[in-house]
C-alpha cells in the first residue's frame, strides 16, 4: 500500500528553537497533505491542510505564523514550528491523498515533539 | 457541528473474546465513515470503511455496519487475538475528516 514517511520520530527541543518536520510520500504523489496534531486522550486536531504550491489553509485557532507549512513538491510536506515552548510539546502526524485516488488518508508514523 | 465520539478505553480482552468498539456521529450531510487502526510505533491505517447507509465495511474479521437510524457504526470482531492490540480510531469524511479520540486495546494471551 501507499506508505508515507514523517521524520524525526522524536525530538527535544529547547525553548525558543525551531523545530522542522518532514512529511513524505514514498510511492505516490500527494494531491493535498494534511497536518495533525494529538493531544493526549483526545482526538486528532486538523491544524491546516496544504496543496502543493501554494499556501497551506489553516483551520481556525492554529497560528499560521507559529506553524510554517511548506508543500514544496508532490512528495514532501514540512511543518516547521517557530520558536517553539513547552506547551506545543504534542504528536504531529501528517496525512497525505494520493492523486487520483479514492479520498483515503495515508498517514505517517507521527512526530513526537517535546520543547524543554 | 460533524463530530465524533467513541467509547474510551482503554479495554482489555482475553484472546479469543468478543470485541465492540462503539462510535457515534453527528454530521450535517451525509458522510462516508471510517475505522483506522495505530500499531505501536506506526502510523495509522485504514481498517475498513463505509460511504452510505447500511453498507458494512469488513477487513481482517473486524465488522462495522453504517446506521443512519442510530447514527452509529461501532467496530465489531468475534474473535480478538494479541496482534489486534492497538488504538482504533472511528472517523467520518465530510469536506474533512474528522476523528474520535481512539481506543485503545490490549488483547491478553
Known amino acids: 500500500g501507499a506508505v508515507v514517511s514523517q521524520h524525526p520520530s522524536r525530538v527535544i527541543c529547547k525553548s525558543g528553537t525551531s523545530v522542522k518536520i518532514e512529511c513524505r510520500s514514498l510511492d505516490f504523489q500527494a494531491t493535498t497533505m494534511f497536518w495533525y496534531r494529538q493531544f493526549p486522550k483526545k482526538s486528532l486536531m486538523l491544524m491546516a491542510t496544504?496543496?502543493?504550491?501554494?499556501?497551506?489553509?489553516?483551520e481556525q485557532g492554529v497560528e499560521k505564523d507559529k506553524f510554517l507549512i511548506n508543500h514544496a513538491s508532490l512528495t514532501l510536506s514540512t511543518l516547521t514550528v517557530t520558536s517553539a515552548h513547552p506547551e506545543d510539546s504534542s504528536f504531529y502526524i501528517c496525512s497525505a491523498d494520493m492523486r487520483g485516488g479514492s479520498g483515503e488518508l495515508f498517514f505517517g508514523e507521527g512526530s513526537r515533539l517535546t520543547v524543554l | 457541528g460533524d463530530s465524533v465520539t467513541q467509547m474510551e478505553g482503554p479495554v482489555t480482552l482475553s484472546e479469543e473474546a468478543f470485541l465492540t468498539i462503539n462510535c457515534t456521529y453527528t454530521a450535517t450531510g451525509y458522510p462516508s465513515l471510517f475505522w483506522y487502526v495505530q500499531y505501536p510505533g506506526e502510523g495509522l491505517q485504514l481498517l475498513l470503511k463505509a460511504t452510505k447507509a447500511d453498507d458494512k465495511g469488513s477487513n481482517k474479521g473486524f465488522e462495522a455496519t453504517y446506521r443512519k437510524e442510530t447514527t452509529s457504526f461501532h467496530l465489531e470482531k468475534g474473535s480478538v487475538q494479541v496482534s489486534d492490540s492497538a488504538v482504533y480510531f472511528c472517523?467520518?469524511?465530510?469536506?474533512?475528516?474528522?476523528f474520535g479520540t481512539g481506543t485503545s486495546l490490549t488483547v491478553i494471551p
Open positions: 472517523a467520518l469524511l465530510i469536506n474533512q475528516f474528522y
Open positions: 496544504s496543496n502543493e504550491g501554494s499556501k497551506a489553509t489553516y
